[in-house]
């Protein structure tokens, strides 16, 4: 006699079989999520770092010793807001960063930002005087994003 399906038994192995993998499986992808975050914000914070050099470089051709005067030109502490444009005369990022809760930044402050990966948040501030665009060492995510 030919057999033309699988018995229960296999079925229940093979279901078996599967939720052990997933068991093992899920727990190491939980990570993932925030550590895709915060590589992101490295990303972020180079090119926000390298645009304020740029601008100051663009404004040393005009004779001008001065880094922006802002990073970004509006509230920028609603979703969607675009971040790290400029201030209106001198541009930071061609094209702006937007603002998001979780997994992105916000503005809270008139010179500081807060990146958020979901389960942790770290404060960066701008000091348009020396044009440094740092947050605080000593904060894990801080860490994670800048060294």
């Excluded at 100051?56 to 971040?83: C, F, H, I, M, W």
Aim: aromatic share 10%.
């Amino acid at each position: 006699m030919k057999r033309t399906a699988f018995t229960m038994i296999e079925l229940i192995f093979v279901i078996v079989v599967l939720g052990i993998l997933a068991s093992i499986a899920l727990p190491k992808m939980g990570g993932v999520m925030t550590s895709s975050y915060a590589a992101a914000a490295q990303g972020d914070v180079s090119a926000i770092r390298a645009a304020i050099a740029a601008a100051k470089q663009s404004q040393l051709v005009k004779g001008k010793n001065e880094y922006p005067v802002r990073l970004t030109n509006v509230d920028g502490t609603n979703k969607g807001d675009a971040l790290f444009d400029g201030d209106g005369n001198l541009h930071v990022l061609t094209y702006p960063i937007y603002a998001k809760e979780t997994g992105g930044w916000i503005k809270t402050g008139a010179f500081k930002y807060k990146f958020s990966n979901g389960t942790d948040e770290t404060t960066f501030t701008y000091d348009k005087d020396t044009g440094i665009f740092d947050c605080n060492h000593n904060d894990d995510l801080c860490k994670k994003i800048v060294e």
